[in-house]
């Protein structure tokens, strides 16, 4: 299990971004490459390249919808990764051969909540987890068809079923921002947060004060729950 709450910032646009969020705190950091409907703003080369500077310390994540595991594992050889996000329908078959090709790969599956009906989600959980080391939830936007990404928000009451449901760490990600991060942890209790679009500035790179204010928020709230009871979604909204 995960010593400490995941706060991951995605989407990085170039090597000074990927900086100034170490410098804020930001442990995790997402890389998007071979994706569906997004365009990506990195090559992999370039991506490669800036993963090579980071502090010790920093966590780079592939997000990705590639589905075949053999150039999955290349990838994240290629780019020097330790952690993957798996977006795509990666076959069973194809996650057992990752898995034991890659031991110490920390394997995180996407769940899109409100592209399938819960119990589909919960089913996926009890097939898949023996094989992953996290779960995240995001949003699905039926406008764009994206699930990742979005920056909408979705049913946190689903979130916090599979929080309670999976046998692994979950992440909570999709529309996160630092106004309501702290009521989203409070209400899912997930292993960490995620957000990429909320934490943007009009020309598309993270704006610093809104990174240290949802890393903030995000912290104390992670460090008041065991305190209090669950908050209810249906409460809340
Ligand atoms: O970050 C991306 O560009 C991305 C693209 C495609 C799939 C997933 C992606 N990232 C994940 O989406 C979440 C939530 O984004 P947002 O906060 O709603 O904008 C992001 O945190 C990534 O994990």
């Given at each position: 299990?995960?010593?400490?709450?995941?706060?991951?910032?995605?989407?990085?646009?170039?090597?000074?971004?990927?900086?100034?969020?170490?410098?804020?705190?930001?442990?995790?950091?997402?890389?998007?490459?071979?994706?569906?409907?997004?365009?990506?703003?990195?090559?992999?080369?370039?991506?490669?390249?800036?993963?090579?500077?980071?502090?010790?310390?920093?966590?780079?994540?592939?997000?990705?919808?590639?589905?075949?595991?053999?150039?999955?594992?290349?990838?994240?050889?290629?780019?020097?990764?330790?952690?993957?996000?798996?977006?795509?329908?990666?076959?069973?078959?194809?996650?057992?051969?990752?898995?034991?090709?890659?031991?110490?790969?920390?394997?995180?599956?996407?769940?899109v909540v409100g592209r399938t009906a819960l119990r589909d989600l919960l089913a996926t959980v009890d097939l898949t987890a023996p094989l992953l080391d996290a779960f995240i939830t995001d949003t699905y936007d039926p406008e764009t068809g994206a699930s990742g990404?979005?920056?909408?928000?979705?049913?946190?009451?689903?979130?916090?079923?599979?929080?309670?449901?999976?046998?692994?760490?979950?992440?909570?990600?999709?529309?996160?921002?630092?106004?309501?991060?702290?009521?989203?942890?409070?209400?899912?209790?997930?292993?960490?947060?995620?957000?990429?679009?909320?934490?943007?500035?009009?020309?598309?790179?993270?704006?610093?004060?809104?990174?240290?204010?949802?890393?903030?928020?995000?912290?104390?709230?992670?460090?008041?729950?065991?305190?209090?009871?669950?908050?209810?979604?249906?409460?809340?909204?």
């Amino acid at each position: 299990m995960l010593k400490r709450p995941i706060v991951q910032v995605a989407g990085i646009v170039d090597e000074e971004e990927a900086h100034a969020l170490c410098a804020a705190g930001i442990g995790w950091l997402g890389f998007p490459l071979r994706l569906d409907v997004h365009p990506q703003d990195l090559s992999e080369e370039e991506t490669r390249r800036i993963i090579a500077t980071l502090p010790e310390g920093a966590v780079p994540v592939l997000i990705t919808y590639e589905t075949d595991w053999r150039a999955l594992k290349d990838l994240a050889d290629f780019l020097g990764v330790r952690a993957v996000q798996v977006h795509g329908d990666l076959e069973m078959k194809g996650l057992r051969a990752l898995r034991a090709a890659c031991p110490d790969l920390f394997l995180i599956k996407s769940l899109v909540v409100g592209r399938t009906a819960l119990r589909d989600l919960l089913a996926t959980v009890d097939l898949t987890a023996p094989l992953l080391d996290a779960f995240i939830t995001d949003t699905y936007d039926p406008e764009t068809g994206a699930s990742g990404a979005t920056g909408k928000v979705h049913d946190w009451e689903a979130s916090g079923r599979i929080v309670q449901y999976a046998p692994k760490p979950v992440i909570l990600a999709g529309g996160l921002t630092p106004e309501n991060v702290a009521e989203a942890v409070r209400i899912v209790r997930p292993a960490g947060v995620d957000a990429h679009t909320g934490l943007e500035d009009a020309s598309g790179r993270k704006d610093m004060g809104k990174v240290k204010r949802f890393r903030r928020e995000a912290l104390r709230a992670f460090s008041q729950w065991e305190s209090g009871p669950r908050a209810n979604a249906n409460e809340r909204r």
